[in-house]
């Protein structure tokens, strides 16, 4: 496609539920990038990988949090046993490696999940 | 840590008027600068990136300027227009490859 897609664009659940957010980067990008943005503030590093590999899961706030990306392309971003404070948008970046000064993010339109 | 900060918060001017937003960053080890789009309830929208080794780029009536030893960037906008109405958000690109992103200006133009 021409951009990143994320799915679903709106997720209400209820708290204990999880969920699967679901990105697929733009076609070739080899970096993916998962970030959490909460009201009013700018969005805060989950988890990157390069292909299939999850090289920095150092922003996951617990380990109800798992992503992964198996074929090097989408990306699945899963929340178990899910609480209010996990109500926020999820956002997904995908970026073509050219070099760390060059690479230049691009982003889905993000998930808003509502926990209630 | 690298911290990012956003100044102002918010900014409302008339149509037509040039504006500078601000950017500043605590650890100068970067490798990119990002200056982003956000309009309400939607994803974020790449406007210029700026290389650690440049000092500035341009796109139409936007510039962003980098003094990465200072730990500053702006971003001016020229003659702006109500449709520029967005939160803006400045990200630098640090070892790991990971964005650090500031909190954003909410930016309004009044027609």
């Known amino acids: 496609g021409a951009g990143v897609s994320q799915s679903p664009r709106y997720k209400v659940a209820k708290r204990g539920q999880d969920v699967a957010l679901r990105c697929d980067p733009i076609?070739?990008?080899?970096?993916l990038f998962w970030y959490q943005q909460a009201l009013g503030q700018g969005p805060e590093f989950l988890t990157y990988?390069?292909?299939?590999?999850?090289?920095?899961k150092s922003g996951l706030p617990s380990d109800r949090f798992f992503a992964e990306r198996p074929e090097g392309s989408v990306s699945t971003l899963k929340i178990q046993r899910t609480q209010q404070e996990d109500s926020a948008v999820y956002l997904c970046?995908?970026?073509?490696?050219?070099?760390?000064?060059?690479?230049?993010?691009?982003f889905g339109q993000g998930t808003r999940l509502t926990v209630v | 840590k690298q911290e990012v900060t956003q100044i102002p918060a918010a900014l409302s001017v008339p149509e037509g008027e040039n504006l500078v937003l601000n950017c500043s960053f605590t650890?100068?080890?970067?490798?990119?600068l990002q200056w982003f789009r956000q309009d309400p309830g939607k994803g974020l929208t790449s406007l210029l990136l700026?290389?650690?080794?440049?000092r500035e780029q341009t796109s139409g009536r936007l510039n962003a300027s980098l003094d990465k030893s200072s730990g500053r960037s702006t971003l001016y906008i020229a003659a702006s227009q109500p449709g520029d109405s967005a939160t803006y958000l400045c990200a630098v690109r640090r070892i790991g490859n990971k964005l650090v992103f500031g909190a954003g200006t909410i930016l309004r133009v009044k027609s």
């Open positions: 076609s070739g990008h080899v970096s």
């Open positions: 700026i290389q650690s080794s440049q």
């Open positions: 970046a995908s970026s073509f490696q050219e070099g760390f000064q060059r690479t230049e993010a691009f």
């Open positions: 990988f390069q292909n299939e590999a999850q090289l920095d």
């Open positions: 650890d100068s080890a970067i490798y990119n």
